[in-house]
């Protein structure tokens, strides 16, 4: 399926992924619609960063995917609807798990009730590397175990049962995306690698971190986003979950160690008690098989790790700040 043209919905727009994901969208010509978290600040998230010129060409709905009105007017005339709309962060998951499953579980719910009731071409709905848990066995492909290791997880394995479910059930033509560990600019200052260049930035003697051990797959999101709208147009990757990864894994010590070069650091690297997971929830090493992937569309990550890094050092160099308590921890 060609995309040029369609009408494109986008839930979560106004989040790190999805806001650059927009961004390509419109580039292709695609007619799109983000569907933005209704909010008192009147504030379109990290699609009001981008210039005018951009802003002009998609519209903007306000509205939350727990609404299953609100998602249906969203959707009602589209073609394609990029479903990236979720609660993400695992430590918040241990505080308040239902807010999760109502986000994540009856959020999605209400995006493949919507879609298939509308008739939607394709429905690309996200899922994350978080549900396999910690690697029985790399690398790591989409016949591997599902392991619910947080309240997170678990809420995106039941989304993506639910859309294999709609696939199988009513024929909903839907893909699952499934990224590894995307990073970039603008993404949350609690997702660790902004954490790292934050902290180094400010000159922090002391670089403060949960476990060094944990590996990771790292992505970055300009190839997330190519991935993204390749699996869509792909009719082939229809009723199948397909992982987005680069395919090499980095622990999080070296992570920080390449971060404090990058920066021209001195930080030395503390274990902090309050970032370490709870020791049965640390999912220990990620690393992703991306051969179907690369199989369907022939995607591939295009951007070095070292590469990417020095991107998203530089873009939160040159960054406003954004408000926030710098000086403590929070989940």
Known sequence: MDLEGKRVVVTGADGFIGSHLTEVLVAQ?????????YNSFDSWGWLDSLPSKTTSRFSVVMGDVRDPNGVRAALAGADVVFHLAALIG?????????SYVDTNVKGTLNV??????????RVVVTSTSEV???AQYVPIDEAHPRQAQSPYSASKIGADALATAFCRSFNLPAVIVRPFNTYGPRQSERAVIPTIIMQLLAGSAELHLGSLRPTRDLTFVTDTCAGFIALASCDEAVGLDVNLGAGKEISIGDLASLLVELTGSK??????????????????RLMS???????????????????????????????????????????
């Open 29 to 37: 010509g695609c007619v799109v619609t983000a569907l933005c978290f």
């Open 112 to 121: 493949l009730q919507a879609a298939r009731d509308l008739g939607l071409e």
């Open 289 to 331: 098989d991306n051969a179907l992937a690369r199989a369907l569309t022939r995607w591939e990550p295009a951007v070095s790790l070292r590469d990417g890094l020095a991107r998203t050092v530089a873009w939160f160099s040159e960054s406003p700040e954004r408000p926030g308590h710098k000086s403590m921890y929070t989940v």
């Open 132 to 134: 396999y848990g910690s």
């Open 90 to 98: 695992i430590p918040f998951s241990y505080n308040s798990p239902d």
């Open 267 to 284: 930080a030395t690297v503390v274990t902090d008690d309050e970032r370490l997971r709870p020791a049965g929830s640390e999912v220990e």
